[in-house]
């Protein structure tokens, strides 16, 4: 029997519905948009305005709180171009623009500062003959992606970039910061003992691989204060070997735990967790769901010039037998659980961390669509609120959804296929499950899907 079915309709809606307060932030309900965004701004770094209408259409959908997309805070850590950026003081008025439009539908808008390290799949021009900066100077295992493990100086330049982006988040009037610390990014690439090896004093044991994340939650507060909203994107559990059962695991929950525990620094670090798993993107368990192969096979092929590892992923990608050997490995690996496939780590930091500081909260990321889920996790401790990307994506005004019922109705369900994110390699991103739209035909449906995907760009920047 489900737990979660015992309670009724309201009394879920009434936990899901309920404020959460945080330290220096409340945000209206526990609903939060996850990190995702297509690629929607200039290619210099500067927004544009498919995104201004991307983040509001969100938060006319009824999201307490969204979490920006990767915000690069240096051209050099871009994991995609035309993401806007945060590296500059110039960028401020674009933020203030998005915060605004936010602002006007009572949803709160925290911005996740972001570098690539070596996971940079589209670095641009300008990382044409740059390798990316990491704590190892050896590639990614996924895609070969080519690293160079970073000199003292340039960990204290980075450092500092995290904390001017900080700094232009809040002066332009966004309501917090989120620290990219999971899926392989730069800062997963210095936690993961499957990642960092590394003998000075940024490398070995948990406590000197969060070193530099430490400095950095430090320098932030330097620029910000206490009175500013500060959380970290943390793996639970990297499953580093997900691709090559050989290779190291990286950090396990308990260590996740220690640095967790280590971050709150005495009261004046970070104010709250953001719970996922995986160290690389994509990863079986992040997002959590099939692998459109057809799609893949499709859209990949501009990765080809990016990694070392990359003409052989294609060829893999493009053999019938050797696809579909590769989706079987992908789901065994990922599991069967998809809608909340991180509880199980969120409730263990939860628990370990309400020892440590009530005050603190703790966000789960992982494939949420149904009221039941949504609430009954939040109700078992597990955390105080839940993010979701691809169902809301999916279903923009979710949140209205789950006002009313348990969930969309199950031909509008998030399928989980993960097409939205293989397509934003080079499409705009949107949901393409054809099967979610109606038609008495394919180019009836296929119309309906093109024109949801392209509502991102109306109104256009002049009408």
Known sequence: ??????????????????????????????????????????????????????????????????????????????????????????????????????????????????HSGRQQDFGGVENLYNKGLSSTSKSDYFHGLLSQAMTKPEIAEVVEQFAQGARRAREAGLDGVELHGANGYLITQFLSSGINDRTDEYGGNWEGRARFVLEIVRAIRREVGQDFHLQMKINGVDHNDWLYPWIPKGNTLDETIKICSLLLDGGKGVDAFHVSSGSTFPHPRNPPGDLPMRDLERWYDGMISQGTRTRFNYAIFTNPLAARLFRQWWRWRRGRVIEGINLDYARAIADAIADVDPDIKVLCTGGFQHADKIAGAIRSGACDAVSMARPLIANNDLPKILARANGPEPKRECTYCNRCLINDLENPLGCYELSRFDGDSFEERHRRMIAEVMSVFEPPTFH
């Open 1 to 114: 029997m489900n737990p979660d079915s015992e309670y009724s309709h309201e009394d879920n809606a009434s936990v899901i519905f309920k404020p959460l307060k945080f330290r220096a932030l409340e945000v209206k309900n526990r609903l939060f948009r996850s990190n995702v965004s297509g690629m929607f701004d200039e290619y210099s770094g500067h927004g544009g305005n498919a995104r201004l209408n991307w983040e509001e259409k969100f938060a006319r959908g009824g999201v307490g709180c969204i979490i920006s997309s990767f915000t690069p805070v240096a051209v050099r850590g871009r994991i995609l171009v035309r993401y806007a950026m945060i590296d500059d003081d110039n960028k401020i008025p674009f933020w203030r623009a998005v915060g605004e439009r936010v602002h006007t539908h009572d949803c709160r808008f925290i911005m996740q500062l972001s």
